[in-house]
């Protein structure tokens, strides 16, 4: 089955010169990618592990060293080794010799240690990569969700007004009608208690809206809440099956490839601690000058060494061990996130359709307490209705204002938190 509802696209006008201008939704999202310390610090981790990567990779070209060393001694030495025969001329001798030179050292087999260090660096930007996708996910849902409470809390507000301003004026009828002897004095007083609560409830959505957009200018970076929110254009979007839903979010999560990924890491990790029973063998070549007694002598060596640990006490057992159960985790991880990311799009799927049946409630429970209000309006004006059903007529059509709108935006809200959960490719 497929659900519809309506989607709205915002219109942005440009800021006004001079008072409160208009904060763009396309403008709070671009400064929100721009300055969010969340998604800065998500990109700056994938910028890190990309350089890990380029490490792992050369680390297999080995690495050159430098040598350098000052030595004196008690008696001369020479500078290179005596040899059979041994015959002038002798070797040049010094009680203070100075070693220069440097060596490259290039790794031939470390059991496949390389490889896997360079695969795991891969797979930790893969998934740093894909956290950063994530992150700039949440923070635009974020944004574009706030940015739609304040355009319900401001259309509530004006509707508060309103109903402020039609209390104050019934007031002064009221009060004209007490002078006359038309009305008692106690719907005045009903009148003035209702206005008041009307007016604190004003100030309390005016509280909401500054605390929305502090909410929104830590997200974007801005520094002032000197802008107001626009109004939005609908038009219908229809959205997939929920299974459809289902299979487009297991294939464009982040978090369920970020799970894939950290197998990987961990299988790459258990065989690692497998190939810890394989020697290692490196090829070096070194080249220094000897100085002393007045001159120098070239000194060089090149050779193939290898290492291999024949006995730790049971260390590489207990890490292959623990790297295994490691992998077993890892894949439960990842059977786990695949069935929370279904639970998520069902929730989504069915808090969308459960949005728009109470948009659509609270749109014909508007036009009720419309009609409600003209017709105690009319019969208290003939006397034929008392004060306070007049007043809870008012109350009840201005609370349905608010529903409605409340409502209203929150199927745009359902509505991008579907796409989200869907990962954001339907």
Known sequence: MKVKI??????????GAGGAGALTLDGALDAALKNSPALNMARDAAVSRQYGKYGARVSRLGEVTAIGSLTRYNLPRTLTPMVPPIAPPFPLSDDTITNVGGSYTLPLFTG?????NISIASLSYEIAKAQSSLTEKQVKFNVYSLFLKG????????AKTEQEKALAELHKNVELGVKIGRYAAIDLKKVAYQYEMVKAQRQGLENNIASLKAGLDQLTGMETDDWDFEPAELKEKDYPP?????KAALLDREEVAVSVKKKQVAAANYSKSKYAYLPEISANYTYF????????????NYGVAAQWSVFDFGKRAFDMVSQKQEYKSAKEAETAQQLAVRREVVEAYNALRTQGALHEAAAKALDYAKDARDVENIKYQQNAGSMYDLLLSLAQYYDAVSQERGAYYGVFTAGKYLELSAGEKI
């Open 151 to 158: 355009l319900a809390l401001k259309e509530q507000l004006q």
């Open 242 to 246: 929920l299974e459809a839903l289902v």
């Open 6 to 15: 309506l989607i709205g696209t915002v219109l942005w006008a440009g800021l």
């Open 112 to 116: 496949f240690k390389l490889s896997r």
């Open 289 to 300: 000058r000897s100085i002393g007694g007045g001159g120098s002598v070239p000194l060089w």
